[in-house]
């Protein structure tokens, strides 16, 4: 006997363990079997679960059980990042709590060491936490970015990609964190609108005016780098300097000649149309004095503090001192040599370390570099050939756009937690890149013809060249694995759109260089998870929302089920905890629903057979269930999983629940012996069905519901996905969506016209058929009962005072005369028409408002367009409402 509520964290605890210990997420179970493959976005092994994992593993794992139910070979290959920068601020942040130590005092060999102490005792924590949202991994195949196979295939990679010509040295400018002493990438960075000022110098020409000029004024957010100048650039079409360009400025303070140079980077329209040029400390900058040979002046150390030289004259006053302290003596020391010419204070974006939480500072240092530019080639042909397809579709041209202008990317860090660089130094210099340094020290003696001592380079490699390296490398490369042959390319990768620049063109540019074939033929692009009004989640904002804590509240099963229900391609999911409660309610209506199947004698019948059913509801639910497997089943593989849901949600709630299990109950309490036993056989049928289609999306009440009302031998995460023939009568489907059409026309005027819950009303059908009296007749019982009607009755005409339904060839009248106020009714609706009326000319005159629709965060017009669409639909109802009362 089923009990009378279920609990979801005993049931997914035990579930779980009896499945990964049986053994159903291993690959190779179907050894014949067609493959089908994921590779998991691996997450930081810092990490812990989010709602961003929550969304992209429930997707995935709706994915991996479908395809297994299917017959497929499913391989979905899980994993973690070592998550260089992270990793190192948190053992560095235990070390100090601990000792006070820090990891120059330890050295790297020691302080590497407590890192992968630290990785064994805390390492596996999101792990496990993917287990409690029921994501079926094949944990026995676990990869970590940094253990020794997947080093061995970064090495290689290296190396091979070096003696290419595709990995080189260079030097250019890199985000550089201050805080942590190292490059950082993009992703790594996060601009926030600050409070600033834009400050206007002039640099005085050095040989006199020209056509009058004397001086030319610059203006800058970042008054400690025009000590970094190199030159001052014009437009050339800019009539104003034409007879400049050539010509020098002094530099202030550091009294340094600077040319004024002609090019097209400068807007004529913006400010004064000139631009100080500091190479060495600004992207833009960099690129205008790479075009124009100017010189890249360094200011700055690697703490951002500032340093004197021959090359940038700078007075020794500056030597250490803070970029931001040295700011304050720039505009002081410039006020006073009479070349202030104003302030304007502006909201600045600026670029802050996520991890450090300090301004970036671009910064000329030398790094290790991949041509991506060349290696990009292929990849934009893949997408091009449609080898690999992005959905939904819009995302290829965000692909296109940064593939198309890529730059060299930095791959190096100043870290020692991570893939320490392949490169070895000689006495005068010279590299020596191999995958050990025993072949370093060979390759050195043939070069020198003795032995030497080398000194390995010291950098470490961006966390996401490894990651680039994740679909092959996971699956054995570089040896020729029996997985690598059956595995690769991969079927589907599920990510989100922030990572298609630094992990998936990626991983695309890898795998077709390395392996000759794109490492996945669809990119399923999920949006992101908000709060309930449209709100980005942080914690400075106080809205993040734990998945854990929706788990303990509601089971993994509702969390599921209403991210899969709201993940509508493109748009972002607005998460609500209502919404989830509401899909735990779904989940205990399923759950009453077998128990009240059990307490009626509803059992499995393993001879039953849903073709050869004779009674007409019974037809009927059985066509329903052959057309929701067909929806769900098209919505999962065009990844539109909400669609998916909704399809489930329709048939187990209103299908099954309120008009399946409601129309049988005469049956099941009749005494027609054989249209009993064939109902609870149908019953029991469609309640297996449900749960086999509802089991990717709630694995664990439909597993446990699986167990429990039937003896089977059989797991539900092992069944086989449906597929029906012969299901689905015309004629049944007729009759059963004329009986729920009638009584929810019914109901609805009931709700709508105020007719009290209780009150039983007369029906009289007028202008009816045959086979619309034969009907009526028939379900006579069950309409009266559902739609709480005294009497069903025929006439010629509509009586009068009467709410009328058109319902086919007939029309439905509900006389409700003495029933309801007919005059207070229509006083009552046209007083909420007329508050409709101004709510919707409030929301009309926003959006019909540029400003408003200009300024307006995104959240707040969805938010105003949802009200409208509200609105509009009551109004429609209300408006049907006073049209039935005359």
Known sequence: ?????????????????????????????????????????????????????????????????????????????????????????????????????????????????????????????????????????????????????????????????????????????????????TAISDLEVETRDTKGAMWSFAYPLVDGPVDGIAEIVISTTRPETMLGDGAVAVHPSDERYKNLVGKLVRLPIAERHIPIVADEYPDPEFGTGAVKITGAHDFNDFEVARRNNIP???????????????????????????????????????????????????????????????????????????????LAKPAIRAVDNGDTVFVPKTWDKTYYEWMNNIQPWCISRQLWWGHQIPAWYGPDGEIFVEETEDLALAAAFRHYGSRVVLSRDEDVLDTWFSSALWPFSTLGWPDQTPELKRHYKTDVLVTGFD???????????????????????????????????????????????????????????????????????GRDIKLAKSRVEGYRNFGTKLWNAARFAEMNGVARDPNYDPVAARVTVNRWIAGEAARTERAVTRAIEEHKYNEAAGALYQFVWNVYCDWYLELIKPILAGSDEAARAETRASAAWALD??????????????????????????????????????????HADAEMEWVIQFVSEVRSVRAEMNVPAGARIACVIAGATQETRRRAAQWETEIMRLARLSTVGFEDRVPRASAQIVLGEATVALPLEGVIDFAAEKTRLGKELEKIGKDMGAIAARLDNPSFVAKAPPEVLEESRERKRELDARKARIGEALRRLG
Request: with cysteine; proline share 5%.
């Open 1 to 181: 006997m089923l009990e009378k509520t279920f609990t979801p964290a005993e049931m997914e605890a035990r579930l779980y363990a009896e499945w990964e210990g049986r053994g159903f997420f291993k690959a190779g179970r179907k050894p014949k079997a067609k493959p089908f493959t994921i590779v998991i976005p691996p997450p930081n092994v810092t990490g812990s679960l989010h709602m961003g994992h929550a969304l992209n593993n429930t997707i995935q794992d709706i994915l991996v059980r479908f395809e297994r139910m299917r017959g497929r070979d499913v391989l979905w290959q899980p994993g973690t990042d070592h998550a260089g920068i992270a990793t190192q601020m948190v053992v560095e942040r235990l070390l100090q709590k601990e000792n006070k130590t820090d990891r120059r005092s330890m050295g790297r060999e020691a302080f590497l060491k407590r890192v992968w102490e630290w990785k064994e005792e805390s390492g596996g924590t999101i792990s496990r936490q993917l287990r409690r949202l029921g994501a079926s991994c094949d944990w026995s195949r676990e990869r970590f970015t940094m253990d020794e196979g997947l080093s061995r295939a970064v090495f290689k990679v290296f190396v091979q990609l070096y003696q290419e010509g595709l990995i080189y040295k260079d030097k250019r400018l890199v985000n550089w964190d201050p805080v942590l002493e």
């Open 296 to 374: 890249l002046i360094v200011l700055m150390d690697k703490k951002a503090r500032m340093i004197c030289s021959p090359e940038n004259n700078v007075p020794e006053r500056y030597r250490g001192k803070d970029r931001f302290a040295a700011r304050e003596m720039v505009l002081k020391e410039i006020e006073e040599l009479g070349f202030y010419r104003g302030r304007e204070d502006k909201i600045i974006p600026q670029p802050f370390g996520d991890r450090s939480n300090v301004v970036v500072e671009p910064m000329l240092t030398e790094q290790w570099y991949v041509n991506a530019a060349e």
């Open 499 to 569: 990572i298609i620049f630094f992990w998936v063109a990626r991983m695309m540019m890898m795998g077709l260089h390395f392996m000759k074939e794109v490492p996945f033929h669809t990119v399923y692009i999920h949006a992101l998870v908000r709060d309930e009004k449209g709100q980005k989640m942080s914690k400075s904002k106080g809205n993040v929302i734990d998945p854990l804590d929706l788990i303990d509240e509601f089971g993994a099963d509702a969390l599921r089920f209403t991210l899969a229900a709201m993940a509508a391609q």
């Open 689 to 730: 069905q449900i749960l086999v289609l509802l089991h990717p999306f709630m694995p664990f009440v439909t597993e446990e519901l699986w167990q429990k009302t039937a003896a089977r031998d059989q797991w539900l995460i092992d069944a086989s996905w449906p597929a029906y023939r012969g299901l689905g009568d015309p």
